[in-house]
């Protein structure tokens, strides 16, 4: 893949990752009668793993790469969390909050550092030439 599309597609997984962020926190607080159902946790779970491993695979092979969805995963959470639309507040206070909070935060680290060691050892066939 030649540099000039690494750019945009680099560009869509990012705002892919802050459009996800925003269904997390919107399904996060999702209840069916009076039981919580925190989906927003389960959507983090799947989906960061995956934008952190194509990012580190296939656009940017290299460790800022590979940070780069987990930096804006931070970003747009505290951001949309904290600072929602309108003044609300997206991630209240709350277990729900923390599991998506803490699933994020394991998942993502977890993710990178599997990415980093893959690019370490060299396993990682698509490599930037310039």
């Given at each position: ?13 990012l705002v ?84 998506l909070l ?29």
């Amino acid at each position: 893949m030649s540099d000039v599309t690494r750019l945009p597609l680099a560009l869509v997984l990012l705002v892919i990752s802050l459009l996800l962020v925003a269904f997390e926190l919107m399904f996060q607080m999702l209840y069916i009668g009076p039981v919580p159902v925190p989906l927003g946790t389960v959507i983090v779970v799947v989906s960061l793993p995956w934008l952190i491993h194509t990012t580190a695979t296939e656009i940017l092979p290299t460790p800022a790469g590979a940070a780069a969805p987990l930096v804006v995963w931070f970003a747009a959470v505290l951001v949309l969390g904290f600072f929602g639309p309108g003044g609300d507040l997206l991630l209240p206070v709350n277990w729900e909050s923390l599991l998506l909070l803490v699933a994020g935060a394991v998942t993502g680290v977890v993710s990178f550092r599997r990415a980093l060691d893959r690019l370490a050892d060299g396993r990682n066939d698509r490599r930037v030439t310039r």
